[in-house]
């Protein structure tokens, strides 16, 4: 037998990894995955192009009723939509990426985001990824995990995500956009960056997709009935 409404949470820093572990864990178990980081960026997006974050990531007071009309969701494939608009590869470029953590370091945003977490996962067996997941969004999670890798690893995964969406990154900036991230994202004061006590620590630097896979699957076998071998 298996329990309804299973969360695995799934939290760590910038390009540990996380989504496309995620991803596919999702798939081998038949959960739902849910990108809790899609969200922050649809937001930086949206503030982006109605002018309500400046240049120097002062975010505007006007954000919190403007959200009254963003409209965020996951189409195929994961992809991020707002209204009916695809805004998956907008999202993911460095444009958005330099901005979304000051975006969510800003409480009303948080909250915005959480509640839309907490309808999409309504009723499901989901598997979401984010920074505080485990701590704060779904506390009461099954299973958590805190995802970690060396900082060199991290930067070269990004930097070649990068490279195979069509863009001409330079290697110091993704490593200073990391280095930024990872710090505020771990020091805002409404729920920074940290390892739930009850997560456990995977460190994925030497360690392939699929015996991340095993590893998650050795961890959760016998607390639910969820595949067969
Ligand atoms: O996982 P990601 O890099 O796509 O996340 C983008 C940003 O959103 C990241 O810098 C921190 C923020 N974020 C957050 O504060 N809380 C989450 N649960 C997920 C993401």
């Not at 990894?17 to 899609?38: N, P, Q, R, T, W």
């Not at 192009?49 to 994961?78: H, M, T, Y």
């Not at 805002?188 to 030497?206: C, H, K």
Request: glycine content about 8%; some cysteine.
């Amino acid at each position: 037998m298996t329990t309804p409404d299973i969360i695995i949470a799934i939290d760590g820093c910038s390009s540990t990894g996380k989504s496309s572990f995620a991803k596919i864990l999702a798939k081998e178990l038949g959960f739902l995955y849910l990108d809790s980081g899609a969200l922050y960026r649809g937001v930086t997006l949206f503030a982006q192009e109605n002018g309500l974050i400046s240049k120097d990531n002062v975010v505007s007071a006007d954000l919190e009723q403007a959200l009254g009309r963003l409209e965020l969701s996951f189409g195929a494939d994961n992809r991020t939509f707002a209204g009916d608009r695809c805004i998956e590869k907008e999202i993911r470029a460095m444009g958005v990426s330099s901005q979304v953590s000051p975006i969510a370091a800003v409480p009303f945003v948080r909250r915005w985001v959480d509640e839309r977490l907490h309808a999409l996962a309504a009723g499901g067996r989901v598997i979401m990824d984010g920074r505080d997941i485990g701590t704060t969004v779904f506390p009461d999670a099954q299973v958590k995990i805190f995802m970690t890798a060396r900082d060199d690893v991290r930067a070269q995964r990004r930097y070649d995500e990068l490279v195979m969406k069509g863009e001409n990154p330079v290697y110091e900036e993704v490593v200073e956009n990391l280095r930024q991230r990872d710090y505020i994202d771990s020091h805002r004061e409404t729920s920074p960056l940290s390892r739930a006590a009850d997560a456990f620590i995977l460190d994925n630097s030497d360690m392939t997709i699929s015996e991340e896979v095993a590893w998650v699957k050795g961890l959760i076998k016998g607390k639910f009935a969820l595949y067969d071998d």
